[in-house]
């Protein structure tokens, strides 16, 4: 077997440099071969506008791809919400780990809840999705909110909470977790108040489809229920026809039964911004076993959202 260095692409933000570490950790330990990160910058972090102008679709992952087809580097990492739902020709998404916690957070002043956020206390976020469910939960529990759009890294946006200039920001629990700062959550988002991005904690290994050693050895670090549950989320974003930076949410995950047979359930959420709109929906079947299975949960509770009008409440169409 070769003992030459396997070429890890990734982008080149503490976070993305992080989750490419770990996985590089893990291949070397798979393949037994030493693995560098080689960082690429993608356009979505050299852009200072905001998600949903710059039509979120691709902008994290475009740069990754292209060197991966040129064969610049070997595989790639990726946050799997950031990935399109199309699956580009020519390359394979080899491996979808253990997820992490899927969950929103905030990091408040004052180690503030975010129930106990002061009137028009000011909160950042640069995702449509999470404003959509924050006002709408503010509206119906009687809060007073207001969403203020921000980009940038957690440095950043934790920065905007430090300065006094935002009372508190959203944040993913799985990145604050890869690179050790969960220490400054504030307060959990229970994902009955919002629903994660579709895939949101989940991480994508992708390689080119004609590499079958590669395909193989990657393979190993496969989590098949994350997988399914990811493709559940996926196939429901996808025939929503909605883009990343849609206001759309959802979740799979496993419900226990009697004798310890399990279902999984697929929940969706769509909403226009300002919370004064949304439809939520959950459907439950059998733990997916093929990747048809998982794609068909994702079209079934599409096509009740659809019904319910959730095309009218995207902003954001995928081109």
């Known amino acids: 077997m070769s003992t030459k ?50 039509g979120g679709t691709g ?23 950031d990935l399109p739902t199309a699956q580009p020709e020519g390359l394979v998404l080899a491996a979808v780990p253990v997820r992490e916690d899927p969950r929103d957070v905030i990091v408040a002043r004052d180690a503030l809840k975010f129930t106990d956020l002061p009137r028009g206390a000011r909160i950042g976020t640069g995702s449509p999705r999470r404003m959509a469910q924050l006002n709408a939960y503010a509206r119906t529990h009687g809060l007073d909110i ?14 905007y909470v430090t300065s006094g200039e935002l009372d508190a920001v959203v944040l993913a629990a799985a990145g604050l977790n890869r690179i050790g700062r969960s220490d400054e959550v504030t307060d959990f988002l229970s994902v009955d108040t919002v629903l994660p991005a579709p895939g949101q904690g989940a991480l994508a ?64 959420v769509v909403g226009t911004t300002d919370g004064t709109t949304l439809v939520q929906l959950s459907t439950t079947g059998p733990v997916p076993d093929t990747h048809e299975g998982a794609m068909a949960l994702g079209r079934e509770l ?17 081109q």
Not at 151 to 157: I, K, L, Q
């Open 59 to 81: 902008v994290f992952v475009t740069a990754l791809r292209d060197a991966l087809l040129k064969g610049e580097v070997d595989f790639a990492v990726h946050s799997l919400k």
């Open 302 to 318: 599409a096509a009740g959202m659809l019904a319910q009008g959730a095309a009218g409440l995207m902003g954001e169409r995928a």
């Open 205 to 268: 290994i992708e390689c080119a489809a004609d590499n079958a050693d590669l395909i193989a050895a990657l393979a190993e670090l496969d989590d098949p229920f994350t997988r399914a549950a990811v493709t559940a989320e996926r196939s429901l974003l996808a025939a929503l026809e909605a883009g990343c930076s849609a206001p759309v949410g959802a979740l799979a995950d496993l419900l226990a039964g009697g004798q310890s047979v399990k279902e999984l359930r697929l929940r969706g």
């Open 146 to 159: 207001v969403t203020v759009p921000v980009r940038g890294n957690v440095d950043t946006r934790i920065g």
């Open 5 to 54: 260095a396997l070429r890890l692409g990734t982008r080149r933000s503490k976070l993305a440099m992080a989750q490419s570490g770990q996985v590089a950790d893990a291949v070397s330990q798979v393949t037994g071969r030493p693995v560098e990160l080689v960082e690429i910058t993608t356009y979505g972090d050299t852009s200072r506008e905001h998600l949903a102008q710059i």
